[in-house]
């Protein structure tokens, strides 16, 4: 067990050095933002291109953090009805959301790479190439896939020991 559990280790830290990286282009979009609204209203004179800046670095935001959300369990759950059911029902449960969250994500992770690779479109004013964003959605995409693995494991390896 050794062994799988440097594997899990090695992935948590990726996902959070992953997630630090996507924190970082909060700065630059809230400066850009505000730059924006302040030559927009104040002197009357916008930035040109922000709307595509900010569209670009909030998918950045977004997609580098999804993981790190997943590790740390922020994702929204509604534990209404599962917490009226016995514990070994609930592992079940969480198992087969699990796996379809993996079925779904790995079909994201997949497809996102197969349009990446073929994009060859850029943005409408600053000329930004898309296919470095298509190919993030397949990393981020991946990156999910990995930790709901590290989660499945552990989640069938609870259900095992209350067997």
Same mark, same amino acid.
């Given at each position: 067990?050794?062994?799988?559990d440097?594997?899990? !280790?090695?992935i948590?830290?990726?996902?959070? +050095? @992953? $997630?630090? #990286?996507? *924190?970082?282009?909060?700065?630059? /979009?809230?400066?850009?933002?505000?730059?924006?609204?302040?030559?927009?209203?104040?002197?009357?004179?916008?930035?040109a291109?922000?709307?595509?800046?900010?569209?670009?670095?909030?998918?950045?935001?977004?997609?580098?953090?999804?993981?790190?959300?997943?590790?740390? !369990?922020?994702?929204?759950?509604?534990?209404? +009805? @599962? $917490?009226? #059911?016995? *514990?070994?029902?609930?592992?079940? /449960?969480?198992?087969?959301?699990?796996l379809?969250?993996?079925?779904?994500?790995?079909?994201?992770?997949?497809?996102?790479?197969k349009?990446?690779?073929?994009?060859?479109?850029?943005?409408?004013?600053?000329?930004i190439?898309?296919?470095?964003?298509?190919?993030?959605?397949?990393?981020?995409?991946?990156?999910?896939?990995?930790?709901?693995?590290?989660?499945?494991?552990?989640?069938?390896r609870k259900?095992?020991?209350?067997?």
């Amino acid at each position: 067990m050794g062994w799988l559990d440097n594997v899990k !280790k090695g992935i948590q830290r990726l996902n959070r +050095f @992953i $997630s630090g #990286i996507g *924190a970082v282009f909060l700065i630059p /979009l809230m400066l850009i933002t505000s730059s924006d609204v302040i030559g927009r209203d104040i002197f009357n004179h916008p930035i040109a291109g922000t709307v595509e800046l900010s569209e670009y670095m909030l998918a950045v935001f977004i997609l580098m953090g999804l993981a790190y959300s997943q590790q740390v !369990k922020a994702h929204v759950a509604v534990s209404l +009805f @599962i $917490s009226r #059911i016995s *514990a070994r029902a609930q592992l079940i /449960l969480n198992m087969v959301t699990i796996l379809l969250s993996l079925f779904i994500f790995s079909i994201l992770a997949w497809q996102g790479w197969k349009v990446g690779i073929e994009e060859r479109t850029v943005s409408d004013m600053l000329r930004i190439p898309q296919y470095p964003f298509r190919l993030l959605v397949a990393l981020a995409a991946f990156l999910l896939c990995l930790e709901l693995l590290i989660d499945l494991a552990d989640a069938v390896r609870k259900f095992v020991e209350r067997s």
